[in-house]
């Protein structure tokens, strides 16, 4: 059993940055793979950022590519996620997933666990 709290949120301007937070409970947040969702009103959640075991590999949904980078601290049992030049299309709740893997992973259905997520609002 894992469990996942985000913050960081908040309101910024367009091209400002913020950094999400995710710490999981547990001692075995090595063993998970994380990964960052967003729904934004009246949307489907979507994809946005996922990290292997170690951190080595990662993945990006194209909409975030260039602009959010994904990491891990598995000694503080935390993901983070950076996000840098955001944009009015950023606005969303996100939220942290594990998933019992070491790979990649970017299917939302392999993700078991899930945070209550932190808003984000940008503004133009």
């Known amino acids: 059993q894992v469990q996942l709290v985000e913050s960081g949120g908040g309101l910024v301007q367009a091209g400002g940055s913020l950094r999400l937070s995710c710490a999981a409970s547990?001692?075995?947040?090595?063993?998970?793979?994380m990964g960052w969702f967003r729904q934004a009103p009246g949307k489907e959640r979507e994809f946005v950022a996922a990290?292997?075991?170690?951190?080595?590999?990662?993945y990006y949904a194209d909409s975030v590519k260039g602009r959010f980078t994904i990491s891990r601290d598995n000694a503080k049992n935390t993901v983070y996620l950076q996000m840098n030049s955001l944009k009015p299309e950023d606005t969303a709740v996100y939220s942290c997933?594990?998933?019992?893997?070491?790979?990649?992973?970017?299917?939302?259905?392999?993700?078991?666990?899930w945070g209550q997520g932190t808003e984000v609002t940008v503004s133009s």
């Open positions: 547990g001692r075995t947040f090595s063993s998970y793979a």
């Open positions: 997933a594990a998933a019992r893997a070491v790979v990649v992973v970017t299917y939302e259905s392999r993700y078991a666990y």
């Open positions: 990290i292997d075991w170690s951190g080595g590999s990662r």
